[in-house]
């Protein structure tokens, strides 16, 4: 599988004159979504969504993690689950009261359940996912009136890169699926005469 490159960063404040470097803020939201960016590719190279998080506490990452659901054989390794373990372990406390969580995809309701638990300050995510997003897509549980904490949420962070590598990911799924399919149908191995509507699904 060919993972995309990893992300550039692009300077967020213009040099002040012609001579000066453009520089980078690096407290910036577009910064730190660079850095989840990053670890999504990781995700991809590995053939995982490509989905990648970090936590970030006083302006310095604390946490990294990307998907590997297939590789843990773990339905509950997603990108921030991991990370949100990390991070506990590094501020030494369950609490992650003065973190921000950046997510290259809208989180599901196991995340978005877990970032209220550890009260995050703060949910940035970048590409919004309709159907089963819990930050404002399918249900917002990270604002819920009734949960005894609700994070602020930054939606749309670079959301053309994030959205892209999760569409190339699964166009590359597809294309591979079908072509794989197209060659067990030519396969001289195949029964003959075999007629592919005999499928108990069909009939």
């Not at 970030?56 to 991991?82: C, P, S, W, Y």
């Not at 609490?95 to 300050?121: I, N, W």
Request: net charge negative.
């Amino acid at each position: 599988m060919n993972a995309p490159d990893s992300p550039s960063e692009d300077p967020t404040i213009p040099p002040t004159n012609g001579d000066a470097e453009p520089w980078i803020d690096l407290t910036s939201d577009h910064h730190f979504m660079g850095e989840a960016l990053r670890q999504a590719v990781r995700a991809y190279q590995v053939e995982e969504v490509p989905v990648g998080c970090v936590i970030v506490r006083k302006g310095r990452i604390i946490a990294r993690a990307f998907n590997q659901v297939e590789t843990l054989r773990d339905a509950t390794a997603h990108a921030e689950m991991l990370a949100i373990s990390q991070a506990q372990q590094a501020v030494g406390d369950w609490r992650l009261t003065d973190c921000t969580l950046y997510v290259t995809k809208e989180p599901c309701p196991m995340c978005a359940g877990a970032s209220v638990h550890v009260r995050f300050q703060r949910v940035v995510f970048g590409a919004p996912d309709a159907k089963g997003g819990a930050a404002g897509g399918a249900m917002n549980l990270l604002q819920f009136p009734t949960l005894n904490h609700r994070c602020e949420v930054t939606p749309g962070v670079r959301e053309p890169e994030c959205r892209q590598i999760i569409r190339s990911f699964f166009q590359e799924q597809r294309a591979r699926r079908d072509k794989e399919s197209a060659e067990s149908t030519d396969s001289p191995t195949a029964p003959s005469g075999s007629d592919e509507t005999s499928d108990p699904a069909i009939n």
